[in-house]
């Protein structure tokens, strides 16, 4: 009887063992794909400054060569 409740507290540590391996690897999936979607939203936004900045310059040439 010892043998089989032994056997069977070793099944149930086994199968958390499992639980917990995969949760710690969702977890750090998880915590992989927020890290890209920040890199890339930082990439989107630095792009966006940059065509504002380039339009912006263009607008400010084009009002300079006008005064002159």
């Known amino acids: 009887m010892a043998n089989q409740q032994n056997k069977g507290n070793q099944d149930n540590q086994v199968a958390e063992g499992i639980k917990n391996t995969a949760g710690a690897a969702f977890h750090a999936a998880?915590?992989?794909?927020?890290?890209?979607e920040d890199a890339a939203m930082n990439a989107v936004d630095a792009t966006a400054n940059a065509v504002n900045n380039t339009a912006e310059n263009a607008r400010n040439m084009m009002r300079n060569n006008n005064e002159q």
């Open 30 to 36: 998880h915590n992989a794909l927020e890290t890209t």
